[in-house]
């Protein structure tokens, strides 16, 4: 299938979670991957593909085209403050990923991250957070397109060390506010998920997240061992 434009939404059936060790990690959930309680649903019913009005959510509840907020295009900084860990800065590229960006930044800029915790950390792999529950199961009330390849969007930012981007069920189209930060490469994950943005300082704070106890294969954290993130905020 070709690629489309980024700002383009396209009209995919669910893809099956692809097999690899990563997903032998067990558990509910699928790896790097953001487990939800109700049917995610692909978005339907709309014609979407000429929709350029800023900000466009679906009959389905689904971002298609980024809000007008300044972050659907170029480059953008984000601090993220861990309790008692540190600071870890991020860059973010709305060139690759403009929806996941503009998504996320209206997300920091209405204070949803304060407070909420890395729920999921696998050593070597990754750490995760960003849900409200503190479970894996939560999220925002809005879901966005899947800025990857498989979904049909280009997006050719790998899955490096350090490398910020967004949990999602089996259905392309179901992230919304959970993220994880790459602790070492896994190109496997390219093109399955967006990548939308890169540490610039404090990885070694990522490294002290990443040994963070665990209560199973699948990098479970306990609610009472789970890194708290004090404040996001958007630098520009």
């Known amino acids: ?8 939404f396209v009209r995919l059936s669910a893809a099956t979670l692809f ?34 009005t800023p900000g466009y959510i679906t009959s389905s509840g689904t971002l298609i085209t980024p809000y007008d907020e300044g972050y659907d295009s170029g480059k953008h900084h984000a601090t993220i403050e861990v309790q008692d860990h540190g600071t870890i800065k991020v860059e973010l590229d709305a060139d690759v990923a403009p929806i996941t960006v503009s998504n996320f930044a209206h997300l920091v800029n ?45 997006n050719d930012m790998s899955h490096e060390r350090g490398v910020i981007s967004m949990a999602r069920s089996s259905n392309n189209n179901s992230a919304s506010s959970q993220f994880f930060i790459m602790h070492a490469d896994k190109a496997t994950l390219d093109g399955q998920y967006a990548a939308f943005g890169h540490v610039t300082e404090g990885m070694d704070v990522v490294d002290e997240l990443a040994k963070t106890p665990v209560e199973d294969s699948n990098g479970t954290v306990d609610p009472k061992n789970q890194p708290v993130i004090s404040s996001i905020t958007m630098d520009d």
């Open 19 to 52: 097999a690899s060790a990563l997903t032998a990690c067990g558990g509910t959930q699928a790896t790097a991957t953001e487990t939800t309680t109700d049917t995610q649903e692909q978005t339907s019913g709309d014609d979407s593909s000429s929709i350029t």
């Open 1 to 8: 299938m070709q690629d489309l434009d980024r700002r383009s």
């Open 110 to 154: 209405d204070g949803f991250y304060n407070g909420l915790t890395f729920h999921r950390i696998i050593d070597g792999f990754m750490i995760q957070g960003g849900d409200p529950t503190g479970t894996g199961a939560g999220g925002s009330d809005v879901k966005i397109i899947g800025e990857f390849s498989s979904n049909g969007v280009a």
